[in-house]
């Protein structure tokens, strides 16, 4: 194995979790707006770089369209159920329902957010096994969202009664994981290519079914809806730069 950027891009991805779950363990002091802004933007980020980047880019690479697209659809119900059929309750952002979460279903909520984590690292490693711009586009899809999921997986902990040191270390696990997806696609080079469209259903479901609810759950008129566009179009102005510079 010859060292990669993309573990240095996994480690940076895996220190925003670490830093979104310092926001809420060490003391509460991150404005919820800007973590609305954040995952509204992330997610609007993520769904081009899936449909006009990974998608296109897993066809590409495994010349089996159908069975790339099962992939896909497979990442997708991966998460469905990691995330949401063995967990009882779980949602991006700030858990404040604190009557609903017990110690074992806090514990199960972080399992499956880890094995979300895991797939972020994977997709910045297969990114990078296609070309330097897929993967320096999914670092970017990855980073934005990587700050409200160490907030969210701390809240969970402390909204589920547990100390705020626990708390911060549930965010340094989910971060640790997205180093070991990084490193296991490192180490087993043919998987790469089964992996790319797996993730890229994995960051559909992610940004679709994750994150867009979260954007759209609240009660007032606000602008944060329309931040899901301001993340398309920097993803289109990303890309543009990204080919400027990679070119040039
Ligand atoms: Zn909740
Ligand atoms: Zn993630």
Redesign the pocket.
């Known amino acids: 194995m010859h060292w990669s950027p993309a573990i240095l891009y996994a480690l940076v991805a895996a220190i925003a979790n670490i830093i979104g779950g310092l926001f809420i363990s060490a003391k509460p002091m991150l404005n919820p707006k800007v973590l609305k802004y954040l995952i509204a933007s992330g997610a609007g980020f993520m769904l081009a770089a899936v449909f006009l980047n990974i998608i296109p880019a897993s066809l590409k690479i495994t010349n089996n369209n159908s069975e790339a697209l099962m992939l896909v659809l497979a990442g997708y119900l991966l998460i469905q159920f990691c995330e949401h059929t063995i967990v009882a309750h779980f949602h991006f952002g700030e858990e404040t329902h604190s009557h609903l979460l017990s110690r074992s279903s806090a514990f199960t909520a972080a399992g499956g957010l880890a094995i ?2 895991f797939f ?1 690292g994977i997709s910045i490693a297969a990114g990078f096994a296609v070309d330097v711009k897929l993967g320096l586009l999914i670092f970017i899809a ?1 980073i934005i ?2 700050l409200p ?1 160490g907030f969210t997986v701390a809240s969970i902990m402390l909204a589920a009664g547990q100390s705020r040191k626990t708390a911060f270390l549930a965010s340094v696990f989910i971060g640790f994981v997205t180093l070991i997806g990084t490193l296991s696609i490192l180490f087993f080079k043919q998987a790469a290519h089964f992996a790319l469209p797996l993730s890229a259903g994995v960051t559909l479901y ?1 940004a679709a079914s994750d994150l867009i609810p979260e954007v759209n759950n609240g009660s007032e008129r606000t602008v944060i809806p329309l931040v899901v566009f301001g993340g398309v179009i920097l993803y289109y102005i990303t890309e543009a730069l990204l080919d400027f510079l990679i070119i040039s």
Do not use: P
């Open positions: 979300h984590t972020d990855m969202h990587k999921e992610v």
